[in-house]
């Protein structure tokens, strides 16, 4: 039902910044929760961000806050993140992920994924 189409990644040096962003089809964008993963080779997929339907609740790992934003615009059907302060680290395939059921950490919470977009951190 939902497809969702992820762009901006790419090479930065550390420090540097980038916004992914990640786009919804369908009508029901605006009621539905939305959330970031990412996965590092060799390296089990991880949260990263989410934030609720409206925007007014927002969550990240802890290994990003205060660097990371996400953000959303419903008129576009959405979803961004924004990547300041880059570590070499944070080098991994990002998703973003449609949520469908309770929680907000979990992979599990989350049905309908985009095909990722590379982000490489060079140190």
């Known amino acids: 039902q939902v497809q969702l189409v992820e762009s901006g990644g790419g090479l930065v040096q550390a420090g540097g910044s980038l916004r992914l962003s990640c786009a919804a089809s369908?009508?029901?964008?605006?009621?539905?929760?939305m959330g970031w993963f990412r996965q590092a080779p060799g390296k089990e997929q991880e949260f990263v961000a989410a934030?609720?339907?409206?925007?007014?609740?927002?969550y990240y790992a802890d290994s990003v806050k205060g660097r990371f934003t996400i953000y959303r615009d419903n008129a576009k059907n959405t979803v961004y993140l924004q990547m300041n302060s880059l570590k070499p680290e944070d080098t991994a395939v990002y998703y973003c992920?449609?949520?469908?059921?309770?929680?907000?950490?979990?992979?599990?919470?989350?049905?309908?994924w985009g095909q990722g977009t590379q982000v490489t951190v060079s140190s």
């Open positions: 934030i609720s339907r409206s925007g007014g609740s927002t």
């Open positions: 992920a449609a949520k469908s059921s309770w929680g907000w950490y979990e992979k599990s919470a989350y049905d309908y």
């Open positions: 369908g009508r029901t964008f605006s009621r539905t929760d």
